[in-house]
């Protein structure tokens, strides 16, 4: 897993992106984050994920927010 925190997350478009702690943006989403609802998805929040390579860039998939652990 890799941890870094949402930088930025459009609600009413259901995506976003975190950084890790390294500095790297990862897309995701909302359908990614496990056991949250939309609305539980707020910028800064601290999560773990895992990375996959995709056509487009990087994806982040199992994302789970700290406090929801």
């Known amino acids: ?4 925190r949402i930088k930025c997350y459009f609600q009413s478009r259901g995506y976003g992106y975190i950084e890790d702690f390294s500095g790297r943006e990862v897309y995701f989403y909302y359908t990614s984050v496990e056991g949250a609802a939309p609305c539980d998805i707020v910028n800064g929040a601290s999560v773990c994920f895992e990375v996959i390579s995709t056509g487009i860039g990087l994806e982040a998939q199992h994302v789970k927010i700290s406090n929801m652990l």
């Open 1 to 4: 897993m890799i941890f870094g």
